[in-house]
């Protein structure tokens, strides 16, 4: 097998394309040849030494992929050689081959693209629990995404579509806010330009949002949360701008509202069942054209660092795709 194999966490250029053994799978695994893989932030962070999560070194980056299993281990059930499957597995995705526990393997339905299938998991799976589980998002209801153009955010985008409710999309530049209108959106705001709040204010008539989805964090959030409307809901999913916000909390009491955790990958692991039926969800309304992956480039596996540096530049609307053949 051929995989990006990183033995000093210090950053991309750190990475090298090896020829390494094709392992077999274990008790409960299965080894899936992969046929595409997506490139998720904490990909980026993993080998700069910077991720929570710090695998024994080398190791195979490579959060999120989809692929044909091509070979089972001992116990395995519900899955033979041939099936194809998606797989959020933290590690390993970065390569021709990888073996995997069983359980972290999401069966694909037939006419599921493998590069679809790839950027599908993480983004949906975090935008559906935060939306629906977390935030009971009702159809008619407003609901503000920030950074709408990315990967989590065109999956909410969609979602919240897909069960009627009112989007407003808020992206860094105009071009972002073109592509969110493509993908569903409603309106659109551009904060790049400093009158987020008065924007807020313009497109709600005065009322706020009933839910924002916030993966961005940083400067946005407090004067976003002054805009939210009475009994709202302010989902935290992640912290892209790199810091993290500190909210008054005077400012929940005020409003009536709540101030949301969404932690997608601690509710997989302790609500497994919960999260298997969100998952057959999420692919039945992609069978029914309701949700699809918004794929910025699909690069060869051999260009991850180009790959990298895409997702780096911070002009990616929707997520970045590696594929092989």
Not at 28 to 37: D, H, L, S, T, Y
Not at 148 to 160: E, F, P, S
Request: hydrophobic letters at 45%; a neutral charge; proline letters at 7%.
């Amino acid at each position: 097998m051929q995989a990006w194999l990183c033995e000093n966490p210090v950053g991309v250029d750190a990475l090298n394309w090896k020829e390494m053994p094709t392992a077999e799978p274990g008790a409960g695994q299965i080894r899936v040849a992969i046929k595409a893989a997506s490139l998720n932030f904490p990909d980026l962070l993993i080998v700069q030494g910077k991720y929570q999560m710090k695998p024994p070194l080398p190791f195979v980056p490579g959060t999120e992929f989809a692929g044909v299993v091509d070979a089972v281990g001992e116990g395995v059930k519900g899955f033979k050689p041939g099936d194809a499957v998606a797989a959020f597995a933290g590690t390993g995705g970065f390569a021709s081959h990888a073996c995997i526990p069983a359980a972290l393997a999401m069966p694909l339905p037939p006419g599921f693209a493998f590069e679809d299938a790839a950027a599908f998991i993480c983004t949906y799976a975090t935008s559906h629990h935060a939306l629906l589980d977390r935030a009971t998002l009702q159809p008619g209801e407003t609901v503000l995404i920030l950074g709408a153009a990315g990967g989590v955010g065109t999956a909410a985008i969609q979602i919240a579509k897909a069960v009627g409710a009112r989007v407003i999309a808020a992206a860094s530049s105009d071009e972002k806010c073109a592509r969110c209108l493509e993908i569903g959106a409603d309106v659109t705001i551009n904060y790049s330009r400093g009158t987020l709040r008065e924007d807020i204010k313009a497109l709600t008539g005065g009322k706020g949002p009933d839910v924002v989805y916030d993966p961005v964090g940083g400067d946005l959030a407090e004067p976003v949360f002054r805009s939210i409307a009475w009994r709202g809901r302010y989902l935290v999913v992640g912290f892209a701008q790199g810091q993290i916000p500190a909210l008054p909390l005077n400012l929940a009491l005020l409003k009536g509202a709540s101030i949301v955790g969404v932690f997608w990958g601690e509710f997989a692991k302790r609500e497994p069942q919960r999260n298997a039926a969100m998952l057959a969800q999420l692919a039945a309304w992609y069978a029914q054209g309701k949700i699809k992956p918004v794929l910025d480039r699909v690069l060869p596996m051999t260009e991850l660092p180009a790959a990298f540096a895409r997702m780096s530049s911070r002009q990616v609307v929707g997520k970045v795709v590696l594929s092989q053949p």
